[in-house]
């Protein structure tokens, strides 16, 4: 994500203390809200369904469209392991077994902060969430695994890869459930993570507005916590104006 792509706002030290605490508070509103819904919807959301016997599971049984699905899948493992995981390009058959657990854990991005020597910060979003099917290896591990951090699990690495590719065809081949999250208020889309080879994730939007302040003031405050690191804040000015998606639904049918 480009500095241009997050709108604005000025802040002065009084209202970033009032603003943050808010935001924080909604935050753990939308988080809690959000794992309940997951809680209720992982029923649903079964990767055998999509890949059939492609998938260790113990009930091998055979699902149509499943040679289809994981040639797809296949594909896209393909054409991301081997820069920069370094991982054959080739898949097991069948997979390791997915659980239907459904994760979703705060969206983050690096924010090149203009006049600091091209200072890094790393921003975390209050309203949106990286949805994928749990594992052991998240993508801040599957990083450190890239960078060195820490040592390689090949294993672990290919597990993480195909936990999220998994999850955006699964959205793909069933719309309905696209359908269902928009209904709970959630924007769906699927975001190439370029410093992870490209990998698609799916991304859960809250239809609740964000914003940062200018460069300047999140350099100031990331110099004084000593930790290169911010979070959006949330713009109390518009949660009035959050949309009703049913509402606006109705109101299309009588207009």
């Not at 594992?135 to 699990?153: F, Y």
Request: glycine share 6%; proline share 6%.
């Amino acid at each position: 994500m480009t500095n241009g792509e997050v709108m604005r706002k000025d802040l002065d030290n009084q209202q970033f203390l009032n603003m943050r605490e808010s935001t924080q508070r909604i935050s753990n509103v939308l988080d809690k809200r959000l794992k309940g819904h997951l809680m209720v919807l992982r029923s649903l959301f079964i990767p055998r369904k999509l890949l059939g016997t492609y998938i260790k599971s113990v009930l091998m049984e055979e699902v149509s469209g499943s040679d289809k699905a994981f040639a797809e899948l296949q594909e896209k493992y393909a054409a991301i392991c081997e820069k920069p995981f370094g991982l054959s390009r080739k898949l097991p058959i069948p997979i390791p077994p997915i659980s239907n657990i459904l994760e979703a854990t705060p969206f983050k991005y690096s924010l090149n902060l203009e006049g600091s020597q091209n200072k890094m910060a790393t921003i975390t979003c209050p309203t949106r969430w990286i949805l994928s099917y749990q594992s052991e290896c998240n993508l801040e591990r599957l990083r450190a695994m890239i960078s060195g951090v820490e040592s390689r699990q090949e294993d672990d690495m290919r597990t993480a890869i195909l936990h999220h590719l998994v999850m955006v065809m699964f959205l793909k081949k069933y719309p309905e459930l696209n359908q269902l999250l928009e209904d709970l208020r959630y924007s769906i889309e699927v975001k190439d993570l370029s410093d992870l080879g490209g990998l698609p994730v799916v991304i859960l939007n809250a239809p609740v507005a964000a914003f940062l302040p200018p460069d300047d003031f999140i350099t100031q405050i990331t110099q004084l916590s000593g930790i290169p690191a911010f979070q959006e804040i949330i713009d109390l000015d518009v949660v009035g104006e959050i949309p009703d998606p049913l509402k606006g639904l109705i109101t299309g049918a009588i207009e």
